[in-house]
């Protein structure tokens, strides 16, 4: 029996070839457990021998995770050759799952593109190493009657070489041709079809020439508009209400990439790796797309084509690039069925790139960065999902984690393996919360597993909260609350496997253990028995409207200065930038002059925030992280001119200093310097106040953590500070650092309580 990714993967044939080769007798079949099961029958070399090519040349994809070998129950049964049974739906095991969605291969794609070949043109050409097979897997074993292929009948053609041994086809589920597979056409915005030979080519003429088209693909739809035409993307940005969140770009290959983004070779391997994720890419000096694409920031997300219809969409135009953003109304999930589509964006695209194959479930693509060619996820789903990550530590049980509000995912833990879901949102409403349930329930019956404990955040009103309450109830799994910043930790020491770690978890939000605002923390945690204290954190600052405070960080700004300094005049002048101008600065300045501000905060992003607006760079925040990020674009290329030593009293860094120094200096410094030094400032003094507190209390290992991990400047100054000082530095590399990373956490920890 072997464990792993071994369904999807050309797995059934690779061992009907090795059996073959080493003369031996038997079956090999797929089970519902997402096993495979293999009865050899041969000499005892050969059977040596046998295992051997199965570790040693397993199929690219495959992953396995374990080897159970037993002696066989009937010896009386004499096999004749070896053969690929029909799969069985029996379940024993837990603990393997399907494959992610791969991109097309470099065979798929030359057969393609070669004329003599029957798959000239054919968008949806697969084989055995690539193609969709998360997003079309309805159940397991992955047979073609358990996907969304199911749908359409093979072709003698195709049958012949999926019966093929020797071909790279050989028991392909996905396979398909012209003839017999998905189509492709071309509607309006109201679903009339557009009558057209080539529809995925015309496509592409139609967003080079400034159309807007829904193109559905395989974990979703995606709305494409030109990167070079501005009034296609003004005109998505009024009707997305998007108006300066990023949108991702499709690139037509590499060599495009590199006249708009400078790409380092870590970058390039990403970019081309089989999980095509968005790289974000520095804008070069001559970068020449829409600014309208990823405004007042340094960098674009960049993906290269992962089907053949995306690879066709470019190939009677010269763009260099599409915009290719995914389909979803303001927090909601993903666009995946044509009429929810039809409903939903008829009224912002003007036309449909449709096929007719189900999309089973949906997944965004994935998003990441590299820092220095360590990769961070911003954003796991689509070619990483669900493949498990390991860990060091066995999990004593099983446990299931919702994870927390925002970029949400659900996690799996079971023995030593982790299984993140995909991308599912922001859970705030009904859709994002049945899609979360969905998928939890999804993974559960991939993997096999027996829930017994479910995790979730402190938070007593998170919608996700209440869901691991009904979950609790309904199914009998003990419920475990975990506080927001205690889960990144746990992360932390789970992905590396580590057993004691003073974390410094930074991010906008989590609530804490006193029901405060959190979120500039130092934690400390360890393993045996599992434990997190609160050790340090930063200043408190009052959050001036609570929320509004937010999303307008000059309250933000005004509420940390007006101790200290006289802002009136300041907040005047900048009224402006306040929603309702001047009346809503008196409001401001009456309110601060009262005191007793009670809502208070200790978030590291709420500093980056009103940093931001105190130098003109962002004034309002109509994305997650818009202003933080902002600010890191506006210090790129900087320098600490400020070299404000940082203070700490009691295991408190005051951010007031560098609040108050920025605001100061803001006419006779350049803005590019002051934002570094509001950077390079929180970096020496959580790392300063981090190793104070690994020191006093004997821990060698100090890691990053929570969303402005994300943050290169912030990071990279904080690996030089503390590896220069001996100490072992730890940031993510598998799981997001932000809340996509929740579940994980607090999976880890309701697994080992
Ligand atoms: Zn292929
Ligand atoms: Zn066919
Ligand atoms: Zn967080």
Not at 407 to 417: P, V
Not at 485 to 512: F, K, R, W
Not at 642 to 671: A, H
Request: charged share 25%; net charge negative; hydrophobic share 40%.
């Amino acid at each position: 029996m072997v464990s792993g990714i071994v369904q999807g993967v050309g797995f059934r044939p690779f061992i009907y070839r090795i059996a073959l080769k080493n003369n031996l007798r038997g079956y090999v079949r797929n089970r519902g457990d997402s096993c495979v099961e293999i009865l050899a029958d041969g000499e005892e070399w050969d059977i040596k021998s046998f295992l051997r090519d199965l570790v040693e040349r397993k199929p690219p994809l495959a992953r396995i995770h374990e080897i159970l070998i037993v002696p066989a129950e009937d010896s009386s049964v004499i096999y004749e050759g070896f053969k690929i049974y029909a799969s069985s739906s029996e379940a024993e095991l837990s603990g393997s799952v399907i494959p992610p969605d791969i991109a097309i291969c470099d065979e798929c794609l030359a057969e393609m593109r070669d004329p003599e070949n029957p798959r000239y043109n054919y968008f949806f050409i697969t084989c055995v190493n690539c193609g969709p097979r998360y997003t079309i897997i309805e159940d397991v074993p992955y047979d073609r009657d358990n996907t969304t292929m199911r749908d359409f009948q093979m072709c003698d053609f195709c049958r012949s070489e999926y019966t093929d041994p020797a071909n790279r086809r050989f028991h392909a589920q996905t396979v398909a041709c012209p003839r017999c597979g998905p189509r492709a056409y071309l509607t309006a915005n109201n679903g009339e079809i557009v009558e057209c030979a080539d529809p995925i080519r015309f496509a592409g003429r139609l967003i080079s020439e400034g159309h807007i088209i829904a193109v559905k693909g395989y974990g979703g739809f995606h709305v494409a508009a030109s990167t070079l035409l501005d009034e296609p993307l003004e005109r998505l940005r009024k009707a997305k209400h998007r108006r300066q969140k990023p949108f991702a770009i499709m690139a037509r290959g590499l060599e495009a990439i590199k006249t708009f983004a400078e790409v380092n070779t870590w970058e390039a391997e990403a970019l081309l790796s089989y999980a095509r994720p968005i790289v974000l890419l520095k804008k070069s000096e001559s970068y020449y797309l829409s600014d309208l694409i990823a405004p007042g920031l340094h960098n674009v997300g960049v993906m290269l084509p992962y089907t053949g219809l995306h690879y066709m969409l470019f190939d009677s135009i010269s763009d260099p690039a599409f915009v290719m953003t995914s389909a979803n109304p303001p927090n909601q999930p993903i666009i995946k069925d044509d009429d929810e589509a039809f409903k939903k964006l008829g009224g912002l695209v003007d036309y449909f790139l449709l096929h007719n194959r189900r999309i089973a479930h949906r997944c965004d693509d994935s998003v990441i960065r590299l820092h220095n060619g360590r990769t961070v996820f911003i954003r796991r789903s689509r070619g990483y999902a669900p493949e498990p990550i390991r860990l060091g530590v066995r999990a004593e049980r099983c446990a299931l984690g919702l994870g927390g509000e925002e970029n949400n995912t659900a996690c799996l833990i079971l023995g030593d393996k982790a299984f993140l879901s995909q991308h599912i949102g922001d859970v705030e409403n009904l859709e994002t919360l049945e899609f979360l349930e969905s998928a939890s329930r999804r993974l559960i019956r991939l993997t096999n597993s027996r829930v017994e404990a479910v995790a979730c955040d402190l938070h007593p009103k998170f919608a996700t909260t209440i869901l691991a309450r009904r979950l609790s109830e309904e199914e009998g799994w003990q419920l475990i609350q975990v506080q927001h910043h205690y889960a990144h930790a746990a992360a932390l020491m789970a992905e590396h496997g580590v057993s004691e770690i003073v974390a410094v978890c930074c991010d906008g939000y989590g609530y804490g253990i006193d029901g405060g605002a959190w979120g500039g923390e130092i934690i400390m945690g360890s393993s045996d028995p599992l434990e997190f204290r609160r050790m340090g954190h930063l200043e408190e600052q009052p959050m001036l409207g609570g929320d509004m405070a937010t999303r307008y960080p000059l309250r933000m700004a005004a509420g940390i200065l007006h101790r200290h300094v006289s802002i009136e005049d300041w907040l005047l002048e900048n009224s402006v930038h306040l929603p309702y101008g001047r009346e809503e600065a008196h409001l401001i300045l009456a309110q601060l002059e009262r005191g007793n501000i009670k809502v208070r905060t200790t978030s590291c992003g709420r500093i980056l925030d009103a940093a931001s607006a105190i130098l003109g760079v962002c004034y309002e925040r109509t994305y997650e992280g818009e202003p933080a990020m902002k600010l890191e674009s506006a210090a790129i290329g900087g320098e600490d001119r400020l070299k404000v030593k940082p203070n700490i009293s009691g295991n408190i860094l005051k951010t007031t200093d560098i609040i108050l120094s920025i605001f100061e200096e803001r006419r006779k410094i350049p803005i590019r310097d002051l934002a570094f030094s509001v950077h390079n400032y929180l970096a020496e003094g959580l790392a300063d106040l981090a190793m104070k507190i690994a020191l006093e209390n004997d821990i060698r290992v100090i890691g990053f953590t929570g969303g402005v991990a994300a943050n290169q400047i912030i990071t990279q100054r904080m690996r030089e500070i503390i590896e220069s000082n001996g100490l072992v530095f730890l940031t993510h590399e598998l799981i997001p650092p932000g809340d996509g990373g929740l579940s994980f956490g607090q999976a880890y920890i309701a697994a080992h309580t």
